[in-house]
């Protein structure tokens, strides 16, 4: 048993066809088709979604209205995103992924951040004979906060490090109350130092 999304319907297609060789896309018809195309609750397509929700930001922030025809350069990389939408429905993904459902998992936490965006992937990890088996469980991204007037993020690197850590532990929690099976440890990775020193620090930061 797998997990994918529903293929895109036919007048979906022709429909984006028309717009994209017109050169037409305004905020509104982005938001469409990332509605239509983009919807991901288990964030496993996190890798093509993000794109699609950083160009919603971009053109927020920007002030475009929403019936107004976006620019020569917001046409392609509007075009571009959407188009890679289209394919997201040939990524299989098993629902069943554990071993033996009465003994318990380790849960292992990959967090992440950049300055466009911060995200969480949540691994069940599960041995038995001697056999170790590593399956993404569900994944959750998230965009950095701008400022209204720039496209520079509000926080600091460490502190989108940090909400990717916070993000990754909620997310791990959800899926601990959800999963139906014992968890015997709850692992957090991440690639900054800083970070993780804050987690571990007994002390009330500022």
């Given at each position: ?44 397509h ?7 929700r950083?160009l ?7 002030g475009y ?7 020569s350069a ?6 571009e ?11 299989r ?17 990959c ?5 466009l ?24 991204s ?35 109350e959800n ?11 991440g ?8 987690c ?6 500022n």
């Amino acid at each position: 048993d797998e997990y994918h999304l529903s293929p895109p319907s036919q007048a979906t297609r022709e429909l984006f066809e028309r717009i994209a060789s017109a050169r037409t896309f305004t905020k509104r018809l982005v938001c469409v088709f990332v509605a239509k195309l983009g919807w991901d609750h288990m964030g496993v397509h996190a890798p093509a979604t993000v794109a699609s929700r950083l160009l919603i930001q971009k053109l927020w922030i920007e002030g475009y209205p929403w019936d107004v025809t976006l620019d020569s350069a917001l046409q392609d990389e509007a075009i571009e995103t959407i188009q890679g939408l289209f394919d997201l429905h040939t990524v299989r993904w098993p629902r069943i992924f554990l071993q033996d459902p009465t003994q318990s998992v380790r849960l292992v936490v990959c967090a992440d951040a950049s300055e466009l965006s911060t995200c969480a992937a949540v691994y069940i990890w599960q041995v038995k004979n001697g056999s170790i088996t590593s399956h993404l469980a569900m994944a959750k991204s998230k965009n950095a906060k701008k400022a209204k007037d720039a496209l520079k993020p509000l926080r600091t690197m460490p502190e989108l490090e940090l909400n990717s850590f916070v993000l990754g532990v909620r997310l791990a929690l959800f899926v601990k109350e959800n999963l139906g099976v014992p968890v015997q440890a709850l692992h957090l990775c991440g690639d900054s130092q800083i970070a993780l020193w804050q987690c571990i620090n007994q002390r009330k930061l500022n």
